[in-house]
């Protein structure tokens, strides 16, 4: 089952614009992590905040990490073309000697020219 | 360095086959989860491998099956093949030695089986 549900499930923008998805789950976490998927390929780990933490930045991307609200959100400033992908948040949980993670459904993001 | 690769790539199997794919971890990992992607959805876990164990699993029947290896690679093999098992399975691999395990998983391109 999905953990998480992110919101919109698709997005589509001109370059240069800002690019927000949202992305809510229901259990307890370790940390959030977000990644990028390019047509049906592998995932690309993007950014990881942990449950302790408010705010990340990483280059053109901003997380944020709201655990009272079981939400996050990831802020992608200035896009390109380039960022044409779907983005998935996923959910970290450790225990013990396992650790798992649990994506959400995703959010398609379209950027033109 | 070699990240994590995944054979075969594509498959096309009919219902009622057995299949296995395989997966090599990028160097310097021991840990080996793989995920079931149907088409416009997220990945769903199914297993993960550390010291050549099963150490978690996700909600699959027991037609899912894996092994890792002493060389820390693995294998994923579904018995009874249905319809519904036609799906993008992606193999992730991770370092859960000592302090360094972060949860970042890295990611191989996938093998993409179709069942008819």
């Known amino acids: 089952s999905q953990q998480g549900e992110e919101d919109p499930q698709a997005l589509s923008i001109q370059e240069g614009e800002n690019a927000t998805m949202n992305c809510s789950y229901k259990?307890?976490?370790?940390?959030l992590q977000w990644y990028r998927q390019n047509s049906g390929r592998g995932l690309v780990h993007l950014i990881l905040?942990?449950?302790?933490?408010r705010e990340k930045h990483s280059g053109r991307l901003r997380v944020t990490l709201d655990t009272s609200k079981k939400s996050s959100s990831l802020l992608i400033t200035a896009s390109r073309a380039a960022d044409t992908a779907s983005y998935f948040c996923?959910?970290?949980?450790?225990?013990?000697?396992?650790?798992?993670?649990?994506f959400g459904t995703g959010t398609r993001l379209q950027v033109t020219l | 360095d070699a990240g994590v690769t995944q054979s075969p790539t594509h498959l096309i199997k009919t219902r009622g086959q057995q299949v296995t794919l395989r997966c090599s971890p990028k160097?310097?990992?021991?840990?080996v989860s793989w995920y079931q992607q149907a088409l416009g959805q997220g990945p769903q876990f199914i297993f993960q491998?550390?010291?050549?164990?099963?150490?978690q699993r996700g909600n699959f029947p027991d037609r899912f099956s894996g092994h890792q290896f002493p060389n820390y690679s693995s294998e994923l093999n579904v018995n009874a093949l249905l319809l519904g098992d036609s799906a993008l399975y992606l193999c992730?691999?991770?370092?859960?030695?000592?302090?360094?395990?972060?949860?970042?998983?890295?990611f191989g391109e996938g093998s993409r089986l179709t069942v008819l």
């Open positions: 992730a691999s991770s370092f859960r030695g000592g302090s360094r395990f972060t949860g970042e998983l890295f």
């Open positions: 259990t307890s976490i370790n940390n």
């Open positions: 905040i942990r449950s302790n933490e």
């Open positions: 996923a959910t970290g949980l450790n225990t013990g000697t396992a650790s798992k993670l649990t």
């Open positions: 160097s310097g990992h021991d840990t």
């Open positions: 491998y550390y010291e050549e164990e099963e150490r």
